[in-house]
């Protein structure tokens, strides 16, 4: 558990931006998570997780942790349901294809999402119709001022779209140690209704999926539709889902009457940022090594050595047409620092 300075962070981070960090140490304990956050009490600090939701414009000029807790345990079960908890530093997709081979239901649709597991509650990750708010019963986190441990249950974590208490009021307080997810045993809820999911299963000729099936489709999507990190430096989605209300979208939609849409309830419209950045010209556009994905507007990416700066210069430019095009803020979802 040694402490290093300088520290190359471009395999650490899924954009590859070739930046450093000021101090850098990795834990695989809570013991030693403990220990460093004592020691360096008062010192700036980073947390780090898997690095796919992040892009860095500078050097980190603090001590960046790397959380690289393993371990995965049934905690909890009956005849209907598990309780499994898998410690923070646990690659999230790994977790996923456990469960899915223990036949544990209820997180196949959140397959191949980057990452770790002590960041999923953080945005509250989802996709294909699920969030991690569906299926997590608590997490623990290690204040960092007191290394004392706090269990956090779902209602505290104040979920919503993208986000939760560790990106609001607590932001920077705590260090995610370990989750908890209540999943299924039996009679699993397999959700195929979100996106090509119907379409993929019908494709492979299934009639009936599996929570196994369900896992496969969303990958095999994902695999079409995403550019791999390895292969091209992206975060995800860059921009949120716009949520406008209702009297606005009605006026879009006169002028723009192809806009997809979702009604969440009577007041509110989300609109899919990637049609309105792709209305704008910008997909598949590109300057320098930065760029905007030829098959999802959502996706930023670096072609190689794109900077930072450039790829938030890139960010601020699609914000401003958006805005000037469509009068809607579209918000970033990864956290830029
Ligand atoms: C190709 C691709 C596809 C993606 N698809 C999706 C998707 O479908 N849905 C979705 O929701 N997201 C998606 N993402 C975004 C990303 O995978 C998730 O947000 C993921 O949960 C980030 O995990 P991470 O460990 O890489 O976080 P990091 O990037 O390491 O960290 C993100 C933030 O959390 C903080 N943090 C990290 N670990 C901890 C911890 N243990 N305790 C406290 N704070 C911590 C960091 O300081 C940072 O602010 C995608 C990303 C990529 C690259």
């Keep these: 558990?040694?402490?290093?300075?300088?520290?190359?962070?471009?395999?650490?981070?899924?954009?590859?931006?070739?930046?450093?960090?000021?101090?850098?140490?990795?834990?695989?304990?809570?013991?030693?998570?403990?220990?460093?956050?004592?020691?360096?009490?008062?010192?700036?600090?980073?947390?780090?997780?898997?690095?796919?939701?992040?892009?860095?414009?500078?050097?980190?000029?603090?001590?960046?942790?790397?959380?690289?807790?393993?371990g995965i345990e049934?905690?909890?079960?009956?005849?209907?349901?598990?309780?499994?908890?898998?410690?923070?530093?646990?690659?999230?997709?790994?977790?996923?294809?456990?469960?899915?081979?223990?036949?544990?239901?209820?997180?196949?649709?959140?397959?191949?999402?980057?990452?770790?597991?002590?960041?999923?509650?953080?945005?509250?990750?989802?996709?294909?119709?699920?969030?991690?708010?569906?299926?997590?019963?608590?997490?623990?986190?290690?204040?960092?001022?007191?290394?004392?441990?706090?269990?956090?249950?779902?209602?505290?974590?104040?979920?919503?779209?993208?986000?939760?208490?560790?990106?609001?009021?607590?932001k920077g307080l705590y260090v995610i140690t370990s989750v908890t997810f209540g999943l299924t045993k039996v009679n699993h809820k397999i959700n195929t209704s979100y996106g090509d999911i119907a379409a993929e299963l019908t494709k492979n000729g299934i009639v009936i999926p599996t929570i196994k099936d369900a896992g496969e489709a969303v990958t095999a999507i994902r695999r079409s539709k995403l550019p791999d990190p390895k292969e091209l430096g992206n975060s995800g989605s860059f921009f949120k889902n716009p949520i406008i209300n209702i009297e606005q979208f009605e006026k879009l939609y006169v002028q723009h009457p192809t806009m997809p849409h979702y009604k969440l309830d009577d007041t509110y419209v989300k609109v899919p940022a990637g049609w309105l950045i792709e209305q704008c010209g910008f997909k598949g556009s590109r300057y320098g090594d930065a760029g905007v994905?030829?098959?999802?507007?959502?996706?930023?990416?670096?072609?190689?050595?794109?900077?930072?700066?450039?790829?938030?210069d890139l960010s601020k430019k699609i914000q401003y047409t958006v805005s000037e095009k469509f009068g809607i803020h579209i918000e970033a979802e990864v956290n830029v620092i």
């Design 74 to 170: 049934v905690v909890r079960q009956d005849g209907h349901t598990a309780h499994i908890r898998a410690m923070a530093g646990e690659n999230w997709h790994e977790f996923v294809q456990h469960c899915i081979t223990k036949n544990l239901g209820g997180i196949e649709n959140l397959s191949l999402i980057p990452g770790n597991v002590g960041t999923t509650p953080i945005q509250n990750i989802g996709a294909y119709g699920t969030e991690i708010k569906d299926t997590m019963v608590s997490c623990e986190a290690m204040e960092i001022a007191t290394q004392q441990i706090k269990t956090f249950t779902n209602s505290e974590c104040e979920f919503a779209y993208r986000e939760s208490i560790f990106k609001g009021a607590l």
């Design 293 to 312: 994905h030829a098959r999802q507007a959502l996706v930023l990416v670096n072609y190689g050595n794109a900077t930072g700066q450039e790829l938030l």
């Design 1 to 70: 558990m040694e402490i290093q300075t300088n520290y190359p962070l471009k395999n650490l981070n899924t954009f590859g931006i070739a930046a450093a960090a000021k101090e850098f140490v990795s834990v695989t304990s809570v013991e030693e998570l403990a220990a460093v956050l004592k020691k360096n009490a008062g010192k700036k600090l980073f947390i780090l997780g898997g690095g796919s939701n992040m892009l860095l414009t500078q050097d980190i000029d603090a001590l960046v942790i790397h959380v690289n807790l393993k």
